[in-house]
């Protein structure tokens, strides 16, 4: 029934941007903290940033800065604005939510979508 759909993502040379949007759809009953995960090759899955239910954010380094997370309750949906992109930025990233339903909750994730930066 949940599911998260990504989208944004896409080509670019490095000192630009993209804006990455992962709407949830279901039967949601409430969504907790948000984020953004990235995969790029040869490296494992890590996190990018967090936001909470109440808008709190949380940045790891590498990013800080340059990557901007926000979220719009009404819409169901999380944001990741990427700026000053950097070759090391190409990923696959990955959207998760904790959801909760009236019988169940737990963490879900998008499709993922790619970002590849150019030199």
């Known amino acids: 029934q949940v599911q998260l759909v990504e989208s944004g993502g896409g080509l670019v040379q490095a000192g630009g941007s993209l804006r990455l949007s992962c709407a949830a759809s279901?039967?949601?009953?409430?969504?907790?903290?948000m984020g953004w995960y990235r995969q790029a090759p040869g490296k494992q899955r890590e996190l990018v940033a967090t936001?909470?239910?109440?808008?709190?954010?949380k940045y790891e380094e590498p990013v800080k800065g340059r990557f901007t997370i926000s979220r719009d309750n009404a819409k169901i949906t999380v944001y990741l604005q990427m700026n000053s992109l950097k070759p090391e930025d190409t990923a696959v990233y990955y959207c998760?939510?904790?959801?909760?339903?009236?019988?169940?909750?737990?963490?879900?994730w998008g499709q993922g979508t790619q970002v590849t930066v150019s030199s």
């Open positions: 998760y939510a904790q959801i909760y339903t009236d019988r169940n909750g737990g963490d879900y």
């Open positions: 279901g039967s949601i009953f409430s969504i907790g903290n």
């Open positions: 936001i909470s239910s109440r808008g709190n954010t």
